[in-house]
Nanobody
């Protein structure tokens, strides 16, 4: 059974950086699409960044474009979200997710059927 495990969250001051990791256990291939989302209490899950299966294309929400970067390390079967210039409003639980089969790319949480457990990111002012 494939599982996604996020790590790298924590407490950081405004303007600081964090790098989140998402490892896929039980999966031998690193060739899969993946995206990062975040969720604040009482709010819907928000798309942040995605990477296509071939890893050659990435796409971002306007709110994080230029500050966040999604990438992958095939040798480690791990994908990353580098977050720079963090703001207090970026405080949330961050999730990685894999889309349903045959979905090339999407920003819709409902089109993802494999999720990690989430990692808390707290940005202090």
């Amino acid at each position: 059974q494939v599982q996604l495990v996020e790590s790298g969250g924590g407490l950081v001051q405004a303007g600081g950086s964090l790098r989140l990791s998402c490892s896929a256990s039980g999966r031998t291939s690193s060739s899969y699409a993946m995206a990062w989302f975040r969720q604040c209490p009482g709010k819907e899950r928000e798309f942040l960044a995605g990477i296509l299966r071939n890893g050659c294309a990435t796409y971002y929400a306007d709110s994080v474009k230029g500050r966040f970067t999604i990438s992958r390390d095939n040798a480690k079967n791990t994908k990353y979200l580098q977050m720079n210039s963090l703001k207090p409003e970026n405080t949330a639980v961050y999730y990685c997710a894999v889309p349903k089969a045959r979905v090339l790319y999407t920003r819709l949480p409902g089109e993802y059927d494999l999720w990690g457990q989430g990692t808390q990111v707290t940005v202090s002012s």
